[in-house]
């Protein structure tokens, strides 16, 4: 069983910067493809940005590209996602999620993943 810890959420003002981690507890970090998604209140939870095994591929949902960066830390076994330019429909609960992968190939849809985290609010004012 996999464990993630998201961190790094907070409130933050239009046009600013949050980076949220993700810690897996599997050693293997190595074999998992990773991925950022949200889910704002009413909404369905959507895709944000993924990541491959290598962090050679990575995927953005259109609404974050330019913004948001994701990467990953195979010494520091953690996953970042770097958001930039935040604005207000960015506020949402955040959710990192891992799926092990043969392949070094991202997977953009959440179904496909099997282990999540606990989630970390980010809040962006006007």
């Known amino acids: 069983q996999v464990q993630l810890v998201e961190s790094g959420g907070g409130l933050v003002q239009a046009g600013g910067s949050l980076r949220l981690s993700c810690a897996p507890s599997?050693?293997?970090?190595?074999?998992?493809?990773m991925g950022w998604f949200r889910q704002a209140p009413g909404k369905e939870r959507e895709t944000v940005a993924a990541?491959?095994?290598?962090?050679?591929?990575?995927y953005y949902a259109d609404s974050v590209k330019g913004r948001f960066t994701i990467s990953r830390d195979g010494a520091k076994n953690t996953v970042y996602l770097q958001m930039n330019s935040l604005k207000p429909e960015d506020t949402a609960v955040y959710y990192c999620?891992?799926?092990?992968?043969?392949?070094?190939?991202?997977?953009?849809?959440?179904?496909?993943?099997?282990?999540w985290g606990q989630g970390t609010q980010v809040t962006v004012s006007s």
């Open positions: 599997e050693r293997t970090f190595t074999s998992y493809a």
């Open positions: 999620a891992a799926a092990r992968k043969y392949s070094d190939s991202v997977i953009p849809v959440s179904r496909d993943y099997t282990y």
């Open positions: 990541i491959s095994r290598s962090g050679s591929n990575t």
